[in-house]
């Protein structure tokens, strides 16, 4: 006889098998190289958070390399100004470049995954989801003038356009021909408003500079901050999510434990006061009965009828000696 195997601990579900998730079912293996490359992305840019004022207090133009930011092209753009800058046109170039460095990732994303890539960029907030509207209305309408635009607009989330274009089948190097041409706009804004300011742009640069460790440490207590309050806001949430299943787990058993005893309750009773048994049984009484009282009635009248003919035929039969006695005679 085969002997069966034990049964097996339910396996816990992985990250790659929540339905949440944008690729909706089994992940390939591109799924899941792109979704590593987007928390790739997302620890870069809480980690670089607090390293800019520090990055820009070593160099202006590391920053500008590293992150392309805005007050590295205003310094540097300054700098033309006051005469001390030849080789602007070159940062200006490199800054562009580093600002669209990942941006490829969201259009990747889009490809792999359409709209879903959307729904969960606007999921992380109310002004991600309001804002994550009106860049996708930008996408629909104006499609590759979008990306260019996107990247002159604030508070627009670029990254919901670039996966908007990556669903449409935009091809990748038309998106980052164009990509491009609007980082280098951008930039070239920065820069000639730190041309216009000049010596104060310069200034503002220098006190970031001297106070870049103190900045650093306030973002990064901010960071903190900001993390602890939503990991305990997230806690709080799924604490009461998981009470209010538990709740209606609890109810729901309630519920198919009285629907279970109603209907055995029902059944006993059918089982009790069912109309053919019941009947049955008092026919079946009423016949023992009947045939009782028959039967005693007959008896009686059978000893009745022994009792009430016997004296009467010793009567007749005593005239009849008397007869046969004188015809003796």
């Keep these: ?170 091809r990748l190097r038309t998106f980052l021909i164009v990509d491009f041409a609007s980082a280098l706009v951008n930039r070239s804004i920065w820069m000639f408003l730190g041309y216009q300011i000049g010596d104060p742009a310069k200034r503002l640069v220098d006190l970031i500079d001297k106070y870049s460790w103190y900045i650093a440490l306030a973002i990064l207590g901010l960071i903190i901050i900001k993390s602890v309050r939503d990991a305990h806001r997230e806690a709080k949430a799924n604490s009461a999510k998981r009470a209010d299943t538990e709740r209606a787990d609890t109810e729901r058993e309630r519920a198919t434990l009285a629907e279970q005893a109603r209907r055995a309750g029902l059944a006993e009773g059918l089982r009790i006061d069912e109309p053919g048994t019941a009947d049955t049984t008092d026919a079946a009484g009423q016949s023992t009965t009947r045939s009782s009282t028959t039967g005693s009635a007959a008896t009686g009248q059978s000893a009745a009828g022994s009792s009430a003919v016997h004296p009467s035929a010793r009567r007749e039969g005593a005239p009849r000696d008397r007869d046969d006695r004188t015809d003796d005679r």
């Design 1 to 170: 006889m085969a002997q069966t195997d034990p049964e097996q601990p339910a396996k816990p579900p992985s990250m790659w098998d929540d339905p949440r998730m944008p690729w909706g079912g089994q992940p390939t293996a591109e799924d899941k190289r792109a979704w590593w490359a987007i928390i790739a992305l997302g620890i870069y840019g809480i980690a670089m958070m607090p390293l800019r004022p520090i990055i820009l207090g070593m160099s202006t133009y590391a920053l500008a390399t590293i992150t392309g930011s805005a007050i590295a092209m205003v310094d540097i753009g300054a700098g033309i100004q006051l005469g001390v800058e030849s080789t602007w046109w070159l940062w200006l170039i490199i800054a562009s470049l580093s600002i669209i460095k990942f941006d490829w990732i969201f259009w990747w994303a889009g490809k792999l995954w359409g709209h879903a890539m959307i729904e969960m960029i606007a999921g992380r907030s109310r002004w991600a989801a309001r804002t994550a509207r009106h860049a996708e209305a930008l996408a629909r309408r104006y499609g590759i003038a979008a990306v260019f635009i996107v990247g002159l607009v604030p508070f627009l989330p670029a990254s919901v356009v670039y996966a908007f274009v990556g669903s449409a089948r935009m």
